[in-house]
């Protein structure tokens, strides 16, 4: 279960293909080139416990760095494409990057780098990947600094992990840590053992990834699939055209998605779609956000039982795991845990019995840690079970142990002494056929504390306006009871969401909260 064992077997082997242009990076050059990494590491000095940052498009020299980071005992962070240069900068300097290895078509990058000196543990950048158009930053390239360096193992390899950070939606973003795995470089790892055993991943399996790999589950579910020898296809960027493509171009086996990505496939014109080849597909995997049942339904009809969800995080708290034929039983659940013990409780800490919603606890998790934030870190463990970790959403437990989502608590909207879920809003309001995107959330009034404002981002940027606020409205009503229902509805060209379907909803909510002392009201 490692890249070093399919380079010595079949050292000819694609271990990633960018889906576009079709450039590949065999088993054997993927191994050689990570040894090289490992001993240009060392000789930066870098060393077990250390931590390298990438700020990369989707390149094949993604996976170069991170093998070569896996087997030196080091910490990767991805940074988001998508940050400006001081929100990178504050990701370079919070985990203490030692080597950043960045690409100049990356927006910031030169603003990055007037930026060093208020980084002083950052001791190169390094830039990979194609240049494209871009201007060069004058650094010198990844693939010359390793060039020189033996393409055999380092005499001292430990096994390395990544360090992601959050989005960033609800403050600024916080590394997760868990303790470095120690062992043979080669030992399989959880997600490895569930990628074969839950998804059916092999080294026949041809994964495709369609979203940016600085997010964690593209990171790791594609390195997963070359522990296993498997092919990853990589797409540059998600469209559902593209996606149709590269599924039917490369017999795409397994993949996995944002119910985000789901909606935009499905309005994909029918025709279109059935007459796309998507036999090859075996599994099709989604995570991250909720699903509307409509939507999921939608693709179980069209791509038959092969979709399968799980919920779980970065921190490892815990997860669930649920699959088409469960999901049709119990529709909206995600799943009874494969890993940890949930717990449902109230605001004081006490477990709630089946059917009732609290804050979801996980016992038996990965120990981790907020990177240089003890105080969030000391959030997340339960008042009296302390190895009982949350993430603060919120859900209940049916009587056969079924997880169902409700909301982050962050985000529970107290109307008039009444609780209101946001997310239940949202799902209704997404397959609307005028609506391509939505948020809920509270907003202040003076008579109730707080009311229910929908932020919509119309297919038709022609249809905003009163009309199409009414139109909504009404629809909402005829599903919903009243006190869910949006009072009023505002209309944006996009909603800010990251490339991987995550809403910044925060960045919406506090344009509404201006001038309030506290975000409660």
């Given at each position: ?35 090289q ?78 930026l ?21 930053l ?66 026949n ?33 998600f ?58 339904q ?20 815990g ?24 717990h ?87 397959v609307?056929?005028?609506?391509g ?61 990251t ?23």
């Open positions: 279960m490692h890249p070093r064992e399919h380079a010595r077997r079949n050292p000819d082997k694609p271990a990633a293909i960018l889906a576009t242009s079709g450039e590949t990076l065999t088993y054997g050059e993927l191994d050689a080139r990570a040894n990494g490992a001993h240009y590491l060392r000789r930066l000095g870098i060393g077990v416990g250390d931590t390298v940052a990438v700020w990369l498009p989707n390149v094949l020299a993604w996976y170069e760095v991170f093998w070569a980071a896996q087997r030196a005992g080091v910490y990767f962070t991805p940074i988001s494409t998508r940050l400006t240069a001081k929100e990178a900068a504050y990701i370079v300097a919070d985990c203490g990057a030692r080597l950043l290895v960045t690409n100049p078509a990356i927006a910031g990058a030169a603003d990055l780098l007037a060093r000196s208020e980084l002083p543990a950052l001791a190169q950048v390094v830039t990979a990947g194609p240049l494209g158009i871009a201007e060069p004058g650094l010198e390239r990844w693939e010359d600094v390793i060039a020189d360096c033996p393409a055999t193992p380092i005499a001292d390899e430990a096994a390395g992990f990544h360090m992601v950070y959050s989005s960033g939606t609800t403050g600024r973003p916080k590394g997760v840590r868990v303790p470095l795995p120690g062992g043979e470089v080669v030992a399989p790892t959880l997600h490895t053992l569930r990628l074969r055993d839950s998804y059916g991943g092999s080294a399996s041809i994964y495709l990834s369609p979203a940016p790999l600085y997010h964690a589950a593209p990171l790791v579910y594609t390195t997963a699939t070359q522990r296993l020898g498997g092919t990853v296809v990589v797409m540059e960027k469209t559902p055209e593209a996606t149709l493509a590269a599924i039917e171009r490369y017999r795409i086996t397994l993949t996995q998605m944002v119910p985000t990505m789901f909606l935009r496939l499905l309005r994909v014109p029918e025709e279109q779609r059935l007459a796309t080849d998507t036999s090859s597909l075996t599994h099709v995997i989604h995570a991250a956000a909720p699903c509307p049942i409509p939507v999921k939608g693709m179980i009809d069209w791509l038959g039982p092969i979709i399968y969800e799980y919920y779980g995080s970065s921190e490892g708290c997860s669930t795991y649920i699959t088409s034929e469960e999901w049709l039983r119990k529709q909206g659940s995600v799943g009874r845990a494969d890993w940890g013990t949930p449902i409780c109230d605001d004081d800490g006490n477990e709630l019995p089946p059917g009732q919603a609290g804050q979801i606890y996980f016992e038996g998790g990965w120990e981790f840690a907020y990177h240089n934030d003890p105080e969030k870190t000391a959030q997340s463990c339960h008042p009296r079970h302390p190895t009982w970790r949350t993430l603060g959403d919120v859900g209940y437990l049916d009587e056969d142990g079924y997880l169902f989502l409700t909301d982050r608590k962050s985000y529970m909207i107290i109307s008039g002494g009444v609780n209101i879920y946001p997310q239940e809003i949202e799902n209704l309001l997404a609307h056929p005028a609506v995107d939505v948020a809920v959330f509270g907003v202040p009034s003076a008579e109730m504390g707080e009311e229910v404002k929908a932020v919509v981002e119309p297919r038709d940027p022609a249809a905003a306006g009163p009309e199409l606020e009414a139109e909504l409205i009404a629809y909402c009503r005829a599903h919903l009871s009243p006190v869910k229902c949006p009072r009023s509805i505002d209309f944006e060209a996009a909603l800010p969401r490339e991987t379907g995550k809403l910044f909803k925060r960045e919406l909510r506090d344009r509404y909260w201006q001038g309030h002392t506290t975000r409660i009201a």
